[in-house]
Each structure stands twice: as structure tokens, then as C-alpha cells.
């Protein structure tokens, strides 16, 4: 996991991969104000981006979830988002096994979980394999709005 802010983007593009800096540089020039709720490709299915508004939820009601095929980088843009993460544990079972076809797995509870309040600008970067819980809060549910830009791990491979 990478947890970072487009406020100090500019000062971290020397390190990182190319295209990382080209799924950070689309979030950082969308205006997505003017975009609807949905799937937009950046580079097709390798590179794309989801805007998505929902509402939070606590923990207990909201599985975490891991990855195998992509890696996630989740922008907040909009309310105030807790992130559970913890990288995979091979003693916890997920209570639904890995669907390749939707490039996930989910877990219903995951001990030793770290948590992460994300504040509008801020971004947080999952890799497959590390378990992480979107969308939670750990005061009355609200409505955030975010991106998630999917980066097929083929195209990080070197």
C-alpha cells in the first residue's frame, strides 16, 4: 500500500513507475465534476478509471476485498473515507473465494486490520494481495464520491 495526496504529487513523480505517474496524472487533470458515474478507459481494459458515489458504511457491514489481477489506486474527491487495509494473511479464509472473472476475492472479517482516513485529495494505492476494506466510516454513514483507476499488473511488470 502507497497513501499519498495530488497536493504533493508533483514532488513524487521522480519515483514512481511510468504508469503509475500516467493513472496519477489522469486523476490529477480530470475534472470529474463533470463526469458521471462509470467506467472510463485510459488504455482500454489494461488502464482504467471508475467514478463512483456511494454511501459509507461501518465496518461490520462492509467486506474487504483483495485483488490479483490489478492493483487499485482509490481517490477520494468528495466526504470523508476510512480504508481498512492489511496485506494477505494465508491463515483468514475469505468468506468469497477469488472470481477471476471480477478479480476478486472478499472477506467478511479480517483481524489486525489498519486503518486509513482519506480526506478529499488524497489517494491510496493497493496492490493484489493486500486485503482492503473501501468505503467505511466510523461515524454516521455519508455519501463520498471517488475514483478508482485499475492498473492491470501485467503493465507494471519489468
Not at 47 to 68: C, D, F, G, I, R
Not at 107 to 135: C, I, T, W
Request: a negative charge; charged letters at 25%.
Amino acid at each position: 500500500m502507497i497513501a499519498g495526496s495530488l497536493a504533493q504529487w508533483q514532488r513524487q513523480i521522480p519515483f514512481a513507475h511510468p504508469v503509475f505517474r500516467q493513472a496519477i496524472e489522469f486523476m490529477e487533470k480530470t475534472d470529474f465534476r463533470s463526469l458521471e458515474d462509470g467506467k472510463y478507459p485510459i488504455q482500454g481494459d489494461d488502464l482504467y478509471a471508475s467514478v463512483m458515489t456511494l454511501s459509507s458504511k461501518p465496518a461490520s457491514e462492509q467486506p474487504a476485498e483483495k485483488h490479483e489481477s490489478y492493483l487499485d489506486i482509490h481517490l477520494l474527491l468528495e466526504g470523508a473515507e476510512t480504508i481498512g487495509w492489511k496485506p494477505e494473511d494465508e491463515s483468514e479464509s475469505p468468506s468469497q473465494i477469488y472470481d477471476s472473472g471480477g478479480d476478486y476475492a472478499l472477506y467478511a472479517e479480517v483481524r489486525n486490520e489498519s486503518y486509513l482516513k482519506l480526506q478529499p485529495g488524497m489517494f491510496v494505492a493497493l496492490f493484489p494481495g493486500d486485503v482492503h476494506r473501501p468505503g467505511i466510516t466510523d461515524t454516521s454513514p455519508a455519501v463520498i464520491r471517488k475514483v478508482v483507476v485499475k492498473i492491470r499488473c501485467a503493465l507494471l511488470e519489468m
